[in-house]
């Protein structure tokens, strides 16, 4: 099983379904391991699976195990590295975008995971904790023979792929990476072999990226991705804005239509200004239905009666059997108009209420 390039979101997920098919037909299974590290979570998922896979598994580091790579290997007890590869551990890290507190949180963070990396090299090297905390100060590289003494792998097997010698820590991370990966691929069997460009290529042209290639760097093509997503959200806010607009236009425009047609109902009717007021207080709390309702139980055009009023609601889900509380919550602008126009009505709710 070959496991190669960088760790992404979602990786974690995908191995564990991988491994799980292969437990099931085999019992002796070894991984082959090339990684810069990624994700410390989808990272930590590997770390689990395999170790507690019940599997016996052999993991081969081939090229490099950089960063949560490293960590990775630390799952089992049967860990093997080319004589021309390398392994590389430092202290984990990350960002955060946003407030003093949100930085602080990100940074209690990393040191839990710290930690926890310092527990896994404690209890794979036998060193005490001052020696490998030691580790996480920078980037500590390990040739084969140097992982062998400090007890990181059980042995060092012949290279998978020739390739020239150089110092990692001369050339950084990321071509060290490379030059392995470019060596792999080489071979006859590449097709079993993910190569980072790859992906890069099946991301731009997932997301249309016009402003980068598979050549470029991965700090770039992250770049890229993150303007993509901040145009997308600056879109998606606009149509928002848009929409509450509209919106807002809308209720706008129905309640001056509410408005017109009680002041169309209520035109013909003998009422003083201030029934009028109460008349139209009840269309536009409760809805011109329950206006018609109310005019349509009153014996001559004056302010209303609110429990007629409430009995005519009854056939329409009524309101009879409302106490206080539910006009308070349901109406309470309705228990404003029965407290000026049907006080004993009015009184009786209150009185039942506070007990009076």
Do not use: C
């Amino acid at each position: 099983m070959y496991a190669t390039g960088t760790i992404w979101d979602g990786d974690g997920v995908y191995f564990m379904s991988q491994l799980s098919e292969l437990e099931r037909n085999y019992h002796d299974i070894t991984l082959k391991l090339h990684t810069v590290g990624g994700s410390v979570f989808d990272g930590n998922l590997i770390f689990n699976a395999l170790q507690n896979s019940k599997a016996d598994i052999r993991i081969e580091i081939i090229g490099l195990a950089a960063s949560m790579g490293s960590v990775i290997t630390m799952s089992r007890n049967k860990v093997y590295m080319v004589e021309n590869g390398f392994l590389m551990i430092h202290a984990p890290s990350g960002w955060t975008d946003g407030t003093a507190q949100e930085h602080e949180e990100t940074a209690k963070l990393l040191r839990s995971i710290e930690t926890n990396f310092t527990k896994k090299l404690i209890a794979r090297t036998g060193k005490d904790n001052e020696y490998v905390s030691k580790w996480m100060i920078g980037d500590h590289w390990f040739d084969a023979e140097k992982a062998l003494k400090e007890g990181l792998i059980s042995g060092i097997i012949e290279p998978e792929a020739e390739i020239e010698t150089f110092n990692p820590e001369d050339v950084g991370l990321i071509e060290t990476r490379n030059r392995f990966a470019a060596v792999l691929m080489s071979r006859p069997n590449k097709q079993s072999i993910i190569d980072i460009t790859d992906m890069k290529k099946l991301l731009i042209a997932a997301l249309g990226l016009m402003s980068v290639t598979e050549e470029s760097s991965d700090t770039a093509v992250v770049e890229a991705v993150k303007g993509l997503l901040t145009a997308k959200e600056t879109e998606l806010n606009k149509q928002i804005n848009d929409l509450k607009t509209a919106k807002d236009k809308a209720e706008g425009e129905l309640a001056n239509q509410k408005k017109e047609a009680i002041a169309t109902m209520l035109a013909g009717a003998n009422l003083t200004d201030e029934e009028k007021k109460t008349y139209e207080n009840i269309g536009m709390t409760s809805g011109i239905e329950a206006l018609q309702t109310v005019l349509a139980k009153s014996n001559k055009p004056q302010a209303p009666n609110i429990t007629g009023a409430i009995q005519g609601k009854t056939a329409q889900g009524g309101r009879a059997d409302w106490d206080f509380d539910k006009w308070q919550k349901e109406d309470p602008r309705g228990l404003e108009v029965m407290a000026k126009t049907d006080p004993d009505a009015f009184q009786i709710l209150f009185n039942q209420k506070y007990q009076k």
